[in-house]
Each structure stands twice: as C-alpha cells, then as structure tokens.
C-alpha cells in the first residue's frame, strides 16, 4: 500500500496543493511554520477522519474559507483507489470512493497509516484519554466495523449522560434509562472486547520494540486497565453483561452525580517498565522510548497482518512527523534500523540533518505553504 498523490483545497495554509508521492522514503523539509506538518496530517486525517493535533475539524479549515478538501490516490490490491473528505463548517462532512459519495466513515480501514509525532510522548505522561484513542484507533485499524461502535457509543454516552442530569432530581418512572444502559452496556462490551484483542496482539511487539530502542531499559510491558476486572476474556456478550451489572450497581451514585461512572470511557492503556507504571516513574528519555515502542510495535503489528492470508496486501505508510529533532542519536538510529525496509515513509524535518542517513530518500522542500521550492536552512520544528 502506498499513497500516490495527494491534492489539499483549503486546508490549513494551503489554498491549494498538490504533490507526488513514491514508494519508499520521501522527506518534507521546511522551517518553521513553513506548511509541512499540514501535509501529513492532511494524510493522517483521511486514515482515521481525525487530527493528531487538534480534536475538531474547525482549525483545519483555511481562514476565511467555508470548507477544506483533502484527496489523495492510494495504491491498494493492485488497484488504485480515490479518496476525498470534505470538511463543512458547522455541518456533517463528505466523503467520495472514486465517483461514488459516501459516508465518511466507509473510508476508514482504506488507507492505513502510522504515526509518530512529538505530541506521543503525551501517551506516556499524559492523561488517560490520549490513551483510550490510542487504543480506538489501533482498533479502528485492525477493525474498521468498530469505528461505527465507537462513534455509537458516543452519542449514547451523550444521551444518557444528559438523562442523568435531567433525572437526578425525578422521582418514579426511570425506564428511559435502563433502554439506555442495555445499549450503552451492548456497545461497551464490544469496544471492551476488541480493546482487549488489540493489546494483547500488540503487547509482544511493543516489548521487541522496547528492546531495540532501549536496549539497557529494561522490559515494556503494556495492558488494558478496566473497571470490570483482571484477566477478561475478549467476549463481547459476557462483558456487555458484566458492565450492565456495573451500571445498575452505581445508578445511585450516578443519578446523584449526574454523569457516566461506568464504561470503556473511563478504562485506560497501562505501561509498565519492569515493576512500576511509566507515568510518573519514567525519566524523559524512558518516555520518549516508550512512545517509540507503541509505534513501532503498531507499524509491526500491523504489516504482520498483511500476510499471504490477510485481505490487505499492504503495510501502513509510516509518519515520522518531526520526530528526529527530539531524539538523541541512539534513539535515531534504533528508529531508523527498524524502519529503512518500510514500504512507504513520509517524513518533516527542519533540517534534512536531522534525518538519518539510513532514510534517505527523496526530498520535498517546502516554503511559506508551497510545496517544491527551496527552503531556508534554519532550525526549528514545524508549528
């Protein structure tokens, strides 16, 4: 698998744009703020329909327009496949396969990538959520029916969120809510299930991982954190169960608080270095490694289920998104050893120093939002 081209309307600085894409590695070289960073993400977006920096739509709309496009080729099972987004303001998004419009949504799954960008280092030390989509979209990935679970239960998480809050005073018939804690439960046990999945088939690779980049560090070791318990099987009717018993447990507590106590929205991805949990343990350089392991256990994971029976024949394209000016060179070589027999790359570098030798490849200079022309060689990461 592997992007050919990909064409922006309206998209963040571009008012329009458009370059060619080949196999193996292609760096994106520009200084700061210069539009570099747009183009990847642009390619991230059609992947999971969302931005590894920012959690709406609205700022990937070019100032002052009404709505941004994002098409891109993609070379897939021997054929070669057109996919577009449309971004409206304030209205529902649009997306075509070829000629054919269809729902966003139906694009998930087409296009497959991985990313690594200095905001993972967040998966680490940051808050829970960073993790939970972390999760969701290594499900997503390896799943794509899921994507309409997932966004499922978050309209009835919203729903039932708002009924709490409208009964925590009411008195009698709450019949409303037990509809709403069968589907909420029906949803969750699913989410919970392929959760489960995904971090057992990953875990293995992120240890192998964390061995490359790390090789002193000691072992990684990830799992899934839930309320519902310890040792689960992935049996998405027994925990839809098991949640629904949680959920009537807690109503009192809930009706009286007004918000969702219960629920994969409140589990967790926890990382381990040996005995003790990476946030708040980890020094910046074990965190940076471990980000570096989530990935490259992912891109791993995912390019060993594109095997001689899988229905993909492709690994993802991998996204190095100004990541190597953060590393020091160790961790740039383990990353760039791990990662030089990749299918497709597409990197931002500030400097085209900052890239190791052992990925080189073509170089794409881009300057004030125009992609092809010579840069100015100062240092920086992209905004």
């Known amino acids: 698998m592997r992007v050919t081209h990909l064409q922006l309307a309206d998209f963040r600085s571009y008012a329009e744009a458009e370059v060619e894409l080949g196999a193996g590695v292609t760096t994106f070289v520009g200084r700061n703020g210069q539009g570099k960073t747009n183009l990847v993400e642009a390619l991230r977006y059609l992947s999971v329909l969302g931005s590894h920096r920012v959690a709406s739509d609205a700022p990937l709309i070019r100032f002052g327009a009404e709505r941004a496009v994002v098409r891109a080729k993609v070379e897939k099972s021997g054929r070669s496949l057109a996919l577009e987004v449309t971004l409206v303001g304030g209205r529902a998004n649009q997306a075509r396969l070829g000629r054919a419009q269809v729902r966003p949504r139906e694009l998930i799954g087409i296009l497959r990538t991985v990313l690594f960008a200095p905001e993972d280092l967040s998966l680490v030390k940051g808050d829970p959520g960073g993790r939970r989509q972390f999760m969701d979209e290594l499900c997503v990935a390896l799943q794509p029916t899921l994507a309409a679970d997932l966004a499922d239960y978050d309209r009835v998480l919203r729903q039932r969120g708002s009924m709490l809050k409208t009964s925590r005073n009411a008195r009698g018939d709450l019949t409303m809510l037990d509809i709403w804690d069968e589907k909420l439960a029906d949803l969750g046990g699913r989410i919970v299930a392929a959760r489960l999945r995904a971090v057992a088939a990953l875990a293995p690779h992120v240890l192998a991982a964390y061995l490359d980049v790390a090789p002193d560090g000691g072992d990684c070791r990830i799992s899934y954190a839930t309320s519902l318990g310890t040792d689960l099987e992935p049996d998405s009717a027994a925990l839809g169960g098991a949640l629904l018993d949680q959920l009537r447990e807690l109503r009192p507590k809930e009706l009286e608080r007004g918000v969702n106590l219960a629920g994969p929205h409140r589990d967790d991805l926890e990382i381990r270095l040996g005995e003790m949990p990476a946030k708040g343990y980890a020094s910046h ?8 392991a989530l990935r490259i256990g992912t891109y791993d994971l995912l390019t060993s289920e594109t095997g001689p029976d899988s229905d993909d024949d492709g690994e993802p394209v991998l996204i190095l998104d100004d990541v190597f000016a953060e590393l020091d060179s160790t961790r740039r070589s383990a990353l760039a050893s791990r990662l030089e027999r990749a299918s497709q790359v597409l990197i931002t570098a500030a400097v085209a120093d900052d890239v190791p ?22 240092d920086g990461a992209d905004a």
């Not at 350089?285 to 570096?292: D, I, M, N």
């Not at 030798?357 to 100062?378: C, D, F, N, Y």
């Open 285 to 292: 350089g074990e965190s940076w490694s471990c980000a570096l």
């Open 357 to 378: 030798a052992a990925l080189a490849g073509a170089v794409i200079p881009v300057t004030k939002g125009r992609v092809g022309e010579e840069p100015a060689a100062v």
